[in-house]
């Protein structure tokens, strides 16, 4: 039998383990039970085609295997102990009472192996759980995630089909061309494929169809909308008033949605203002217990290099659960479009368009080719910064290497220390040249052509609402949709009307509208242009007085501006709050090393009766070396400074890379107080 996927694909081995604890699987499970059938829901809901029994069977498999494995290295781990002495037999007991001698002895013989036993079926028990439940889990977590997406594009697929409606198609018209809008409306399209694919393929009839798919669908606001299109189609009523209603009424969630989420993240922040200082108040517990001697200086180490860390990276995995990322890549790749369409939309650094088409006909296009890659790489060396602006991370191509160059140098003519008393003895110029030099060289250009990029793509989207308002008028007053275009070129300023105007002047020269339309979007491949685009390019083939679709993508542009105001104004007081919990931070820990640490140390060392102030370094005889926690400061503040600086970036435009700048700002905001401090 072949399977699909599995552990995450369904190769033989795969298949084999499932068929091999298939038995395993009718000895623990009831085919029909609720169990099974939810996780076959999943699976459904998740598109993996797998069988539910073969599923489970190799989910047994997988935590049969991990368990046993982790079963022996318990079982092993619970005898070393004893065996190498690390744990006394006589240290464990239960306090049972014994009524003789033999007794109290059997019982403790029988110490190391109930210890043995227990460690092994911990393990073994744990092993089993993380690989029957991570196998299960696969299709949770890849339907909640298509269900994430769905409910996300959702108001913009029933604005399409509305505009599809409005130009004239049917119902199966209107089926077929969001199954082919994939790389528009990603999972929602995925939807309707099965639909499609269900009647051209199954000879299912697409009301049975339509029916199937709202119970498959792990979203359940498009099983609604299915079913409601269903009682549609069987009442044969008005398909453009039920679209039209349904539109309106899933741009009011949509910007609901996107307000719930932003109340959520206004918790989170105050949330991380709690968390952050929490490795604050570690630290500070920890020099006191350390100036009395009664702590071991490992925990400050990872306090500063694991806690740290890893709280802002779980904030960050929390944050991720909740922002909304915006789905789709912003590039249309049309079915059924041009030569040049189809290749122009392939083209990149090592793509070079259309002559890609031509290559091998004949020894011309060859050399016309490799022309073009002469060319294309005079463009880039004329103009790098364009090409930057275009594709910020390949700064990183020229950065990294430039950086590691620099740190290499150093090292090699000893500016940089390589020794641990080296970076003791120099805290501030070890950290610089190892962190903060080679930090700069890479983020700072990364930084700013990435925020040079946003903005250009922001010159396009500040004023595309108006313009479509426009474009809706001038239509409505008889003019085609190219006639609109022009309209709007001569009578607007800025950005898109100088791309209007290439789209009216590609169309004189030949090229249809729509591919005209297509170039143009995919110059900028920001998703939310990609779907006005896709919703006027497939309208105006069907007629070019198209002034109903027109108002509708001006109404979701217009909902999508609400929004992003919204998230705008809220969102920076979340990365306000964060900066300034950083702030705080900073200076508790600038006071802590200038006012604390150095009369702490010399108290300790005249008790001490001046021998062991200079000492151990942290902890030794109750004395405190101020360099060692000053470098530990620096580098707890350093790491703070990168991970409050990634934060705000997520949390501002559900971007990593927008929170370069910060960390950039944050990072240097430290350097400056400890060159004062350190």
């Known amino acids: 039998m072949s399977l699909d996927t599995g552990v995450g694909d369904g190769s033989v081995d795969g298949n084999l383990l499932a068929e091999l604890f298939y038995p395993v699987f ?93 460690s092994g079926l911990v393990f073994g028990s744990l092993g089993f759980a993380i690989g029957f439940g991570g196998v299960v889990a696969i299709p949770y977590s890849r339907a909640s995630a298509r269900e994430r997406e769905i409910n996300l594009l959702l ?75 269903l009682s549609i189609v069987n009442s044969g009523g008005d398909m453009e008033s039920f679209l039209k209603d349904k539109k309106e009424k899933h741009l009011r969630t949509s910007k609901q949605e996107r307000e719930m989420t932003l109340e959520t993240l206004e918790l989170f922040g105050e949330m991380y203002m709690t968390l952050s200082l929490f490795p604050l108040l570690l630290i500070i517990i920890l020099v006191i217990m350390g100036m009395m001697g009664e702590s071991d200086e490992r925990l400050l180490y990872a306090t500063v290099y694991a806690l740290i860390p890893l709280t802002g990276v779980g904030f960050l995995v929390l944050v991720s659960t909740v922002k909304q990322d915006e789905p789709g890549d912003g590039y249309l790749r049309p079915d059924g479009g041009s030569d040049r369409l189809r290749q122009t939309s392939k083209e990149g650094l090592l793509h070079f368009g259309l002559i890609e088409a031509f290559v091998g006909r004949f020894g011309v296009f060859d050399r016309i080719r490799d022309r073009e890659g002469t060319y294309k790489t ?145 110059k900028y491949a920001v998703p939310r242009l990609a779907r006005t685009v896709k919703l006027i390019s497939e309208a105006q083939e069907a ?26 104004s ?6 306000a709050i964060i900066v300034m919990t950083y702030v705080t931070l900073l200076g508790v820990m600038a006071i802590l090393q200038t006012q604390f640490i150095d009369v702490m140390g010399g108290l300790s060392s005249q008790a001490d009766g001046g021998g062991a102030g200079g000492g151990a370094g942290f902890g030794g005889g109750g004395g405190v070396d101020p360099e060692v926690l000053s470098l530990l400061f620096f580098h707890a503040v350093t790491l703070q400074a990168v991970l409050s600086g990634f934060i705000s970036g997520y949390i501002r435009n559900a971007d990593i890379i927008s929170g370069v700048k910060f960390a950039v700002v944050l990072m240097t905001l430290a350097l400056g107080v400890w060159i004062y401090v350190g």
């Open 26 to 118: 009718e000895l623990l499970f009831d085919a029909d039970g609720d169990f099974v059938g939810d996780v076959e829901r999943k699976l459904a809901e998740a598109r993996m085609p797998d069988q539910v029994e073969m599923y489970v069977s190799r989910a047994l498999g997988v935590g049969l295997l991990v368990g046993g494995t982790l079963w022996a290295l318990g079982t092993l781990t619970g005898y070393g102990v004893f065996s190498l002495g690390l744990i006394d037999p006589d240290a464990l007991s239960l306090g049972m009472p014994a009524p003789t001698p033999a007794v109290r002895e059997f019982l403790r013989s029988l110490v190391v192996p109930a210890a043995v036993l227990v």
């Open 155 to 229: 108001a913009d697929s029933v604005s399409f089909m509305y505009a599809l409606s409005v130009g004239g198609l049917n119902q199966l018209e209107i089926l077929r061309s969001m199954a082919t809008a994939e790389d528009t409306y990603g999972e929602v399209s995925r939807e309707f494929q099965s639909i499609v694919n269900e009647t051209e393929y199954f000879g299912t009839d697409y009301r049975n169809a339509i029916r199937q798919q709202s119970m498959e669908t792990p979203s359940d606001e498009l099983s609604q909308f299915l079913a409601d299109m």
């Open 378 to 522: 005079k463009q880039i060396v004329s103009a790098p910064h364009l090409f930057l602006r275009d594709n910020p991370l390949y700064t990183l191509a020229l950065t990294v290497p430039a950086a590691l160059v620099i740190v290499g140098v150093a090292v090699g003519s000893g500016n940089a220390p390589t020794t641990f008393d080296g970076w003791v003895d120099r805290p501030v110029w070890s950290t610089f040249i190892w962190v903060y030099l080679p930090a700069y060289l890479v983020l700072t250009p990364l930084a700013v052509f990435h925020e040079w990029s946003q903005r250009s793509k922001r010159a396009i989207t500040g004023k595309l609402s108006e313009s479509l308002r426009k474009l809706s008028s001038a239509n409505d007053t008889g003019q085609t949709l190219l006639e609109s275009v022009e309209t709007v070129s001569e009578t607007s300023s800025g950005k898109l009307a100088e791309e209007f105007e290439v789209v009216h002047e590609k169309v004189n020269y030949g090229m249809s509208l729509r591919d005209a339309l297509v170039e143009f979007n995919n």
């Open 543 to 568: 007629s070019s007085q198209i002034t109903d679709v027109l108002t509708t993508a001006a109404q979701a542009s217009e909902n999508q501006d609400d929004i992003e105001r919204n998230r705008i």
């Open 570 to 575: 809220q969102t920076r007081m979340q990365v």
